[in-house]
């Protein structure tokens, strides 16, 4: 069911990989609630993807960019400003890599090369691509950036390595930026920290499985799902939410603020023979 909630809004959305994607669901729902929408993703994805039969399926441009390379972000967000006839309404970061944890290496004998790729990759392309928005002057009053965070920012969750150091960063950048953004432009820029959800990313990360179980029992709502996600997403990129700005917002089912569950505590009290 759509309400149109973003009608005449137009957006450029990365890292919809293949149908599993967070990004994937986001640009489906923002074209159904009336956005015209380009796709992004990194020129390998055109090999081991399928973001080329989602760009055909919702009538959208393709532009292909490694968010490592300025010279790509800056022809992407001319080439998408280009194509949708004006400055952009929002923005959807959804990129994460991690060679490390990619590679298996304990977070004690990390090899730097690949910090440094993963840091660039997964934080700073952040601080690159809003860099770029506010230099060319790309987007309209108001517009809203999100981009994709988890709670390893704030707790520790060891399998997920340096992805943790990726994400603070990148929520630290959500501020700082936000803050220049906000007063320049009124651009709103913000987070989302979001469950643990079975995507190629999310299933890099090892113990994946038990750990969204984990998830799942621990929060009272559930871990919330990708679908979950993309409407959370279109909230933010709508008028309905133009004062938030340079929040981390979890939408996790209650997790971050959960101490144990009762689901967790059977299982304890089982094994104490309680
Ligand atoms: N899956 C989870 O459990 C989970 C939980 C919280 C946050 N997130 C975050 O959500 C975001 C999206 O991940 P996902 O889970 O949908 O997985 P995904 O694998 O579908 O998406 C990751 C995307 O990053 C793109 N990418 C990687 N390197 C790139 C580069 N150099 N240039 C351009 N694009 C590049 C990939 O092509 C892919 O489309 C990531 O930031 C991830 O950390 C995921």
């Known amino acids: 069911m759509s309400n149109n909630i973003l009608k005449g809004k137009k957006g450029i959305i990365f890292g919809a990989l293949n149908e599993n994607s967070i990004a994937w669901k986001v640009a489906e729902l923002c074209h159904a609630e009336g956005a015209q929408i380009v796709l992004t993703n990194a020129p390998v994805a055109a090999k081991i993807g399928q973001t080329e039969e989602l760009a055909k399926a919702l009538n959208a441009p393709l532009i292909f960019a490694d968010v490592t390379k300025m010279e790509d972000l800056e022809n992407l967000v001319a080439g998408a ?7 952009l309404d929002f923005v ?71 992805m943790a150091d990726a994400k603070s960063l990148l929520e630290s950048f959500a501020r700082s930026f936000g803050y220049h953004y906000g007063k320049k432009k009124h651009v709103r820029v913000n987070t989302i920290s979001q469950s643990p959800t079975k995507t190629t990313a ?29 409407e959370y997403c279109v909230s933010l990129f709508s008028d309905y939410t133009r004062m938030v700005t340079m929040q981390n917002l979890f939408h996790d089912g209650g997790f971050s603020f959960t101490g144990i569950s009762t689901d967790l505590m059977d299982g304890f009290r089982d094994a104490a023979g309680e």
């Open 81 to 87: 400003t280009e194509a949708l006839g004006g400055p």
């Open 202 to 230: 999310g299933s890099g990360v090892g113990g994946f499985d038990a750990f969204f179980n984990y998830a799942d029992k621990m929060s009272p709502l559930g871990n919330a799902s990708a679908d979950a996600c993309a």
């Open 92 to 162: 959807l970061h959804s990129v994460g890599m991690s060679l490390n944890v990619r590679k298996k290496n304990p977070y004690t004998d990390s090899n730097y090369d690949y910090m440094h790729q993963t840091l660039d990759i997964s934080a700073m392309s952040f601080h690159r691509l809003m860099q770029t928005l506010i230099k060319k002057d790309a987007m309209n009053e108001w517009g809203s950036i999100v981009a994709l965070s988890y709670i390893a920012a704030q707790r520790t969750f060891p399998d997920y390595g340096e």
